[in-house]
Nanobody, 125 residues
Framework: QVQLLESGGGLVQAGGSLRVSCAAS????????MAWFRQAPGKDREFVSA???????FYAESVKGRFTISRDNAKNTVYLEMNSLKPEDTAVYYC???????????????????WGQGTQVTVSS
């Protein structure tokens, strides 16, 4: 049973940067595709970014060029570096893991088997 723990959220001004982390335990991170989703109040959970076991990366259009996902398999940790943050990036950010993902489903939350508890990111204007 894989357990995921996010950290690094916080309050930042618009235009600022933040890095959130997702530490995995109970499994080998290299076996999983990893993703970040976010959920703002009153909205559905939405895809932000993903990285496959091959290190191929995927981004939502709204964050492309501003966010960077990476993984350190030796540390069993995935990161999301967020730059040029906007107030509309405010949300709870969740980390997900899947061993059965394929490219066509990588943006769909229902294909992820394990989730963390989330970390709040708030961007003030």
């Amino acid at each position: 049973q894989v357990q995921l723990l996010e950290s690094g959220g916080g309050l930042v001004q618009a235009g600022g940067s933040l890095r959130v982390s997702c530490a995995a335990s109970g499994g080998t991170l290299s076996n999983y595709a990893m993703a970040w989703f976010r959920q703002a109040p009153g909205k559905d959970r939405e895809f932000v970014s993903a990285i496959r076991q091959s290190r191929a990366t995927f981004y939502a259009e709204s964050v492309k060029g501003r966010f960077t996902i990476s993984r350190d398999n030796a540390k069993n940790t995935v990161y999301l570096e967020m730059n040029s943050l906007k107030p509309e990036d405010t949300a709870v950010y969740y980390c997900g893991a899947s061993s059965r993902i394929i490219t066509s489903t990588i943006r769909r939350s229902e294909y992820y088997d394990y989730w963390g508890q989330g970390t709040q990111v708030t961007v003030s204007s």
